[in-house]
């Protein structure tokens, strides 16, 4: 019901008589999701806006979770971020098939392969702390469509680290910058290249960190122009801003 | 210096004898930009991540904007923001030819004609009260290189007003979404959409707003994965954002 | 002592010789509550405004709202929200007639039958993960004598979800709308709707969530005229103003 | 294209030929609104919420509010917020049967005779410094249908002068309790009423109130059960809020 | 060595031969303090203002805490505040006459009778989870030197619970004022009495309460003039303030 | 009706026929306050709490001032605090007799002799730019009945400055500290003397002084116990607290 | 008194018969400073901590700033800082051989040739905007005895300007990093040179800034360790830190 | 790469031939680090700034951290700090050289001898409490090659234990203040020494001290000049600066 176009079409079939008014109403109420009690799954998301419902794991039950999955599989790829190991657990030993990545703490399941688009993702870390929010943003880029690689460790504090990875950064399509602290190398890293830049405030830190609020007003208020930036520690949704940008690029 | 590339090619040629070292020394020391004492106007910019140097208007007096526009001229276009019309008044008794924008306080000169590319920005704003925002960032978009069209005043609390405009919303390859308050818009749009979202949160609002911070945590922590945000009241970095990804995209 | 009516009835009595002095004096202070030591229990309260006395959970300890339950058993029902498995357990084991919601954490005890009131009301939450607010909230309504459903996660990621559901929604009196991450939830139902609309911001979420800061302050700040908005996870308050509302319709 | 009813209704007019496809996408699309450019005015906002456009004035030029009242004089009653004095200066230059409420800061226009409800809205301030915006709410819930007045300077500190006006309070409908400070006014009155209760937090204060902050997070955590809460010196928020619950009530 | 009258009689006796220089300067050195390694013990606070000195439990380990006790017992009362079960279970099994409050989480050793002041202090909470922090007052006020009584449970959200106390009340020399939330009963006592009133906020609450911050602002900006405020949940600083006010008082 | 005591006196003269009921009810209405119109003047607070009612003069025009003082002048003596120079002017150009504070802000009315009390309140300042609060504060202790003398410029910076005057500052009953910045000052003292202290935090300072902000937390967490707060630049209230503690005190 | 040397040899003097007891009292009280009413002027500040007493501008009358000068020319240099141009052209007007830096807004007296230490400051600035406060940084270490130069407009967002510039820093004894918006300078400054580091935050920025807040805590959590942070725009402090510095050196 | 120097003779050598271009391309980027993987040990930092490679514990697993220590061991002395025992206790099985300090949770090794600077740190802590962050800032100065000595539990509330140590106290080169709640110590420290001061904010309190907000902010804005600050808790940073500054001093 949210695009003129759909409705036009079901407007035309119900003049042709090709559908009736309750048809229709049946038509419309039906399209979009399938209702499992506690949640419902929104099938055609991929039709709106190109991602397959994915679980957010915090705050749900293993039980919870493994209703999810159970219902899901059949409509194709499954996605699960914030999973803990114990709800890992559990969805593995009903669905052996699906993959845990301990570090990103990521669920996935693959029910047809994933055909990569032409757009690639480089995710840069500051720290080697910062790699948890990275593995979770390069398995969902993957899930989402599209392969990322991860250049570690290049924190503003040596900056030759970073100058002397430029040539490998600048192939990349897009650009995912991860750091906590003072988030320093979204600055640097923006002021540094012609790509689109998603700056990842992470929660790394302590005392003044203020759970990722220094790095996360540090980034907002770059000096680099056009760095762009999402919620602390939130890898999944880098990817998800990532692979909606890299899929404008065509091989 | 900062590529490896521009490096190698200097390094060649003092090898070769077409250089000599101490040309060498001046020749990375000259080329990135030119220094007219409080100002170093960043020439070379263009080179490295595709944008001119661009003044920010706030903070500096309009007799330094004068003269920052004084040294550029003749380097190509110009865009300065945040531009008070005291200032803008005296750069346009001294160049005519330099246009003011009243709503979006911008100032520019167009140098040599822009050749557009072939991806387009859409800005969507929530009310009326946003519009200064979205013709900062509009203009910006301009000078950046690619068109942009606003779409005004459909926020969240009339949804329909917004649901009718999505044909035309679908059609930019990039959208900018500015809203004040509560930034509702930007979760709404963001589910309805495929195309990269970036949000703008503005300091419209009053009380629990917080000058726009209210805006800035719900953009931040939208449930529509994959909107990113800049700076409250940032339209410039909107659109520089927007026209990194924008510039990705070829006819 | 806290009407005139109240206090001229009594004043007219002691007038009329039909009350002493001292008994004034004692009938003033013995009417409105019970101490039982540590807490004094307002058995009065429903004279005053409507709702029995409530125990909140959180802080105290098994023992004390054992002890609570068995001194206020007899005057009525009773609800107790914030309850931890551990002191339901506690008092179950004393009064097996007790009945605990483990999602929504309130333990409830039905002394005598409620008559609901002829208003309804609607609780309407974002995700799955509200639902423990959206429960709280439920069994709030129903001890306090008004019947409420749950229309659960409708959040504005998938808009249709929400406008699917729109004749569902408009029959209820009143509306209680629970969101966490941005809240945007409550403005668009907001200005969907006539009812009064209440706004529960929860804690669902992380980072620039602000453990529920980003959906109160999104609440507060709404678009949509009219929304008022409780404290965060406050599904009982939201309960207790949403029966103040139903209580005023009539069948 | 809110609701399946009106959607219903136009499906079957398409169906039995009463109306062509072109026509019917064009009834949905002009239904709703009138764009005058920088502004589109809801006109069906009535029919939807029950509340006419209002015009929020703060951050809208004096032109563009008078532009605003231009388009709207026809359509019924205006009501338009936080206005300046030369913006009421400027419309009522033009409009002189418009109404300025110096203290409240609104702006009011009567085009056709208002017939109040039965439900009445009293609203009640805890000092004198409170009264702007229990006038901005006072106007506001005249010009949405219900009568409202005025208890004023009842504040917690002397707490006899508000005990004292308790049979005047409980015969309101709903209850709008504004105040500053620490808010406390609003714990007290939710405390000894049965009403529903609305409360306004003010940026009367200084140092620790940090404009308002202090009253807004004493009334959301308030410890009288069911008071809801809008946004720091929003009168015209409680008014909608108090008279979508005052529509409840009939005679 | 602060007061100059101390320092008079030290030059005086210097001065008189009573006194070598050497001797003089250890006597400075020596009178204020005794060091034992990880804590310097204050002895002599007593003469500077009238309190001994306190153990602040919190952050110090069992057995640091225990040392304390061991070098401290001959020197007269002891008073250890913030102690956890572990650290009184620990002092306990090695002096058998230490008294460990339970509620109030204080350690406290009796090596000489306490002589109670003429003053008394009126300890008031809003409900029942401040009670721990009244605990620590109270303890704390007699460790101190002054008998205080606590009257609990006397929230605003029943206003009568407080006013039927009220002569009670009037006979406290000084009074402390606990409550969480929204704080208000301090600003209704405040206004109610001609007594000092030292408000103590508490971190009952949750959400909008922020671990204490809503009462805390509300109580700083308090209606009620001359209320004065102490750092959340410090019962032992609020009773420190009450006797340095009860010791003004003689009998 | 606040008191019992009050109360019984007046249900005895009911009782024995002194009082008829309606005089009754009259009494408990009269008695208290007089309603001026946008002001509740509350004559009997001297009865209640020791304190004539002040005008806080933050907010309200200069007529309302000026209406207020015309309303009180025989009533006793007025205070008035945070007075502009132009409410000032216009009252007194209508009563020549009232005397205004310029550095306090302050504005007076000695309506009869002042007799002051035992106890004197000692202001202690940090700076020469906290001397606002500081006369604020004095001039308030002396309409409230009680001395005080400032000792100003004392900071912590160059503590000899503060120890050379403790002599002087051990003489007072009760004392205020007032300081900007970090506030210091209040530990410092508090842990030099034994008489009681209470701390203004000023908003004197800039940056991460947050208007006060800093100074405020340093005195809440101070580690000298028994230090009591009260708002940012809270010159009146302090002396309140001041007063009322200084009332304790006989000759 | 503050120090045992001191106070040892007036021991010793009284001891011997050379001062007597008085004069020793005296001695003690006259020593460190002179008291002009509204300001102790601390003429022995040099004694203690190196730096003549300088005057803080920000809050002080003109008069009281002229006063101040009338007082101290004599005692030789001044340095005034945050010095408005009123307060300036009256003192001016007064001692005509009195500098203001309108830039820095620092009012400066020479009464004797400062001697420059052989520690020198490099001050080293993010953008145009910064200079104000690097003015006042670099009149400051000067009249503090330290030669001071600025390094402008090398922010991180065009880094090669920085690494052009590391020859001359790197001859400083010690560097102040002055940035405002995410102050991602002093990071990336720190990672590079082996000289101590004292970063500004300016409030330079908007938005997500917070007035300085974004680069405060970015500095204070800075990846590059060793980097010590003053107030938001101090440029006073950070030159009285980098001089206590720089004085540790020797030619 | 950073220093033009290096550069220039890199130039120099390809110039000569002595090196040919692709050689000196690995030279560049071969010369600063070593890659493990999961980290980039920065082998040359201590030719850039004077520190080894340090790791920071938190945040790494004990694998992590010994896998460092494996790769590190040969390249000199190793310094790691917030290690939790659980890892200490893992490096040490597979190092028993290796040295453990529970207090300050470092883990050290001391592979070649150190060499101490003529440099000394001096380190003051307010409370016993602060012990923690002190022994992190002593290993770690010590590591870094400067002597340090700790001066504990002299808080300002009693500020003669203070100024008795004051000789002791003035003999270090540079000083560490450590101090909790209101952070007052600095303040104190900095206006009686010459020497440079860096404050370390601890997370020493509770309540308004909002995990060492309070003494940060307190010692951002303090009043005496020239004290700097680093993050809260953060002893290794302020050992950091101290050795940095301590460097400058020769014998």
Redesign the interface.
Known sequence: ?????E??AL??D??DGRT??DS??QA??DL??R?IG???I?LH?PL????PE?I?G???TPE?IADIFTHMRGTGNILATRVSPEAAELVRSLFPDVTYNEQGRTLTHIGKEIVFGA?RVGIIT????D?AVAEEARTSCEMLGHQAGII??????????L??R??TI?KY??LVVIAG????LA??V?????????AV?T????????????????????????????????G???A??A???A???TA
Chains 1, 2, 3, 4, 5, 6, 7, 8 share one sequence.
């Open positions: 019901m949210d695009t003129n176009n409705l036009k407007l035309q119900i003049r009736d008014v229709g109403m419309l109420r979009p999701y209702d506690h949640t419902k929104d998301r709106r806006n190109g991602f994915v957010y915090a705050g749900k919870q757009g500051a720290g080697t702390s790699l570690s460790d290049v924190g503003v504090a040596g900056i030759h680290r100058l002397d430029m040539d600048r399509t897009v602290m003072e988030g320093a600055s640097v923006g002021g540094l290249v012609r790509q689109p830049v998603i405030p929660s790394v830190g302590y005392g003044a960190n203020f759970a990722g609020l220094s790095a996360l007003l540090g980034m907002l208020t770059s000096c680099a122009s056009g760095v762009t930036v999402v919620n602390i520690d939130n999944f949704g880098a998800c801003a692979c909606r940008i899929g404008l690029v």
